[in-house]
């Protein structure tokens, strides 16, 4: 369940960022989003990874696969299945967009934990602004160029099959690639 509390922290940080980068109020945000799951599934990969290797306290919280659109967390994924893009009442995800209740803030985490999102969030504010702004497409593209991706999902296609899990250790030592000039 503490994968699932990191991913709904690290989606309210998202959606901070989102509202900053774009001035619109708390109130609108859920009129104008375009938080669809791929678009989620995608930022909270690069959130959970882009300071993995020196930092492994998110990712080692997490279990990636290499999927036909990119590395997904496949406990988070399989709970937004089973429960129809219900957050437990706090937001409901769709293919359009997300949807948060009023007055639903994160849930507790582990301090550390917490500190961590912020500070990945913030690395990403850093080193690409607009990944936040990024069409969910855009998203995909940029988590193909990981080798850890490339090297996992060959595998799986090896296999017959559409997913393979991406060790952590893997990601950690992989190339953080968040710069959407990377992408044609």
Same mark, same amino acid.
């Given at each position: 369940?503490?994968t699932?509390n990191?991913f ?26 375009d ?7 995608k ?7 882009i ?6 306290h998110l990712?080692?919280q ?16 399989d ?8 957050f437990d009442?706090?937001?409901?995800i ?10 639903a803030?994160?849930p507790e985490?582990?301090?550390i934990?917490k500190?961590?999102i912020? @500070? !990945?969030?913030?690395?990403?504010? *850093? #080193?690409? &602004? %607009? ?8 998203? /995909?593209? =940029? ?7 490339k ?5 799986? @296609? !090896?296999?017959?099959?559409?997913? *393979? #899990?991406? &060790? %952590? ?8 690639? /968040?710069? =959407?000039?990377?992408?044609s």
């Amino acid at each position: 369940m503490e994968t699932i509390n990191i991913f709904k922290n690290i989606v309210f940080e998202l959606r901070n960022w989102y509202i900053k980068k774009n001035d619109v109020s708390v109130d609108l945000f859920n009129d104008f989003n375009d938080f669809t799951i791929l678009k989620i599934i995608k930022l909270h990969f690069f959130v959970v990874t882009i300071n993995s290797e020196n930092q492994p306290h998110l990712l080692d919280q997490n279990t990636f696969h290499a999927m036909p659109y990119g590395p997904v967390e496949t406990n988070v994924y399989d709970f937004y299945k089973s429960h129809r893009g219900n957050f437990d009442g706090l937001f409901t995800i769709s293919n359009e967009k997300i949807i948060f209740t009023t007055g639903a803030i994160s849930p507790e985490i582990n301090p550390i934990l917490k500190e961590k999102i912020l @500070k !990945s969030i913030e690395k990403l504010e *850093e #080193l690409e &602004p %607009n990944l936040i702004t990024a069409g969910a497409g855009s998203l /995909v593209e =940029l988590t193909h160029k990981w080798n850890s991706w490339k090297k996992y999902y060959n595998v799986a @296609k !090896s296999k017959q099959s559409y997913s *393979e #899990l991406m &060790p %952590n250790e893997e990601i950690k030592k992989d190339k953080k690639i /968040v710069n =959407l000039n990377y992408i044609s």
